[in-house]
Nanobody
């Protein structure tokens, strides 16, 4: 089970760090992704961490402004977001899957989801 937190209302240019806490299993054994969903839009991949290859992937829209990290001791994953823009406003979700899928950018390929946390960026 995953639980995302850390969202809030910030101004353009601010930073936020989202957290994804896992229970019932070790998150370090899973591949983890962050998606976001703006009103009326599909889920969009923000970042993903591939466990076996120790690689991270970032969306073009947030590349250079976002970093995905993990803390195995806390069984948690984090998404550090900097230089936030109004267009980053969305509900952010963390997701996990045991085996990497090459189509990792599709939300439907991630079977385990947290409940989401709202990020609102004002101009």
């Amino acid at each position: 089970q995953l639980q995302a937190s850390g969202g809030g209302l910030v101004q353009a240019g601010d930073s936020l760090r989202l957290s994804c806490a896992a229970s019932g299993g070790s998150l370090s054994a899973y591949n983890v992704a962050w998606f976001r969903q703006a009103p009326g839009k599909e889920h969009e991949l923000v970042a993903a961490r591939r466990r076996d290859a120790r690689r991270t992937y970032y969306s073009d829209s947030m590349k250079g402004r976002v970093t995905i990290t993990s803390d195995n001791a806390k069984n948690s994953e984090y998404l550090q977001m900097n230089s936030l823009k109004p267009e980053d406003t969305a509900v952010y979700f963390c997701a996990a899957r045991a085996v990497w899928n090459v189509q990792y950018y599709y939300a439907r390929h991630w079977p385990i989801w947290g409940q989401g946390t709202q990020v609102t960026v004002s101009s």
